[in-house]
């Protein structure tokens, strides 16, 4: 079989990361929840590089993004009777996120039902998304963070496929063609894991209003939520350099190049997918049965049910499976 289906990098960490880790590694002391100066000062002038981020922004690493999408209304204090509203077809974990703290989890596409009391707390947005690959343009960016700040709600927006752009380019929410040059209520959640190849280091980082940044700094102390040093050092070494990120979006885009024209040539349909990691495919259909097609040509696809209702005629194609192995898709997928 060939696994289409998860997201996982395949390829190897660079040998400076890897070199930046070992150096790292004798540290009997307990690291900064903070990240060092060192750390802070590389994700702040990340985000002023690749973010277009004004001044006056707050950095935070994380124990990669999956732990922050997962606890962030948790560490905002979001509880019971509020709301938590995240887009209709997404990622399973901001609605788990929502459950965690005994808020009640809201698809964007519902909230023309809630009432006008409503307390929405935190708003999630995802662009490039997951699975869709949708881009989410900077007018719209802006509409919801001006629609959260009149409800006195944060916006988190999940931004870890920001340097994969294809068609589009994506825009992160600390532009402030999206804020205003206001980072007030807005938070940025990016990881290292896609631009790196460091999902094993679970390295990420969340950038934004700085008293948020604050706020979440001090529960995660007590929580114990700390990058370990040899990774922060890791970080600061991946973050600095530019050229692997390009070597890696290289392979990404050839194996995009081979897998988009064997689906459509096999009567699929490509949706959005104009940025991210994924191939976002339908022929009008269950996704159930989509998903049967290509497990019996040996080909493993994630049903696009598991990112909700609104995903039931599609299913996602990663593109992160090896060479190799994109290019047996490719030809199983021609071999019909």
Not at 71 to 98: I, K, M, N, Q, R
Not at 167 to 195: C, F, I, M
Not at 207 to 215: F, H, I, K, W
């Amino acid at each position: 079989m060939v696994d289409l289906s998860m997201g996982a990098p395949v390829d190897p960490v660079p040998d400076f990361v890897r070199q930046a880790l070992a150096a790292a590694s004798d540290a009997p002391g307990y690291p900064l929840t903070a990240g060092t100066p060192q750390l802070r000062a590389a994700l702040a002038a990340w985000c002023v590089r690749e973010c277009r981020a004004a001044p006056g922004f707050g950095v935070l690493p994380t124990v990669g993004s999956k732990e922050l999408v997962a606890w962030l209304p948790t560490l905002l204090g979001v509880g019971p009777g509020d709301v938590v509203v995240f887009p209709e077809v997404s990622y399973p974990t901001y609605e788990v996120g929502a459950r965690l703290a005994g808020a009640v989890p809201v698809r964007a596409d519902s909230l023309t039902a809630l009432g006008p009391d409503t307390r929405v707390k935190l708003v999630w947005v995802n662009s490039p998304g997951n699975p869709t690959g949708r881009v989410l343009p900077a007018v719209h960016l802006r509409k919801v963070v001006d629609w959260a700040r009149e409800r006195g709600a944060v916006v988190a927006s999940d931004e870890c496929y920001l340097p994969l752009g294809w068609e589009e380019t994506p825009v992160s929410v600390l532009d402030p063609q999206v804020n205003g040059g206001d980072h007030r209520g807005v938070l940025a959640v990016h990881s290292l894991s896609k631009r790196s190849n460091l999902a094993g280091y679970r390295a990420a980082f969340v950038a934004g209003d700085s008293a948020l940044v604050d706020e979440l700094l001090l529960v995660r102390k007590h929580a114990g939520l700390i990058v370990p040093a040899p990774v922060q050092a890791a970080m600061v070494a991946a973050l600095g350099d530019e050229e692997h990120v390009a070597v890696q979006r290289e392979r990404y885009a050839a194996r995009r190049a081979l897998l988009r024209p064997a689906l459509e040539a096999a009567g699929f349909r490509v949706d959005h997918s104009a940025a991210g990691l994924y191939l976002w495919v339908t022929r009008g259909e269950p996704a159930a049965s989509t998903v049967e097609w290509f497990a019996a040509r040996g080909l493993l696809t994630a049903p696009g049910t598991f990112y909700g209702p609104g995903g039931g005629a599609h299913v996602r194609v990663a593109l992160t499976a090896s060479d190799a192995d994109t290019v047996t898709a490719a030809r199983r997928l021609s071999d019909r």
